[in-house]
């Protein structure tokens, strides 16, 4: 994703929303801090890429085992009930 300024978007927007709208993405900055990010109204959401991922594993035939990709995942943060000491 690129960056952007303030400063950049506001003296050139309409080549910025040109370059939108052929895909590109931009997060803008004021004093070195993100404070908005544009993507394309076509951009596909979260829940468009999970269906379609969903749509790829069962055209596909692919057996996706849960224990077997979460067999290595491991919360190591200290609780009140497991204290790391």
Known sequence: MNKVTVEEITQDLINYLQRVKAGESFVIFQA??????????????????????????????????????????RDYTPTPEKPCW
């Open 32 to 73: 070195n801090q993100p404070i908005a990010k544009i993507i394309s109204a076509k951009s596909e959401g979260i829940s468009d890429a999970f269906d379609a991922f969903r749509s790829r594993i069962i055209s596909e035939g692919m057996d996706l085992d849960s224990d077997e990709i979460f067999a290595n995942v």
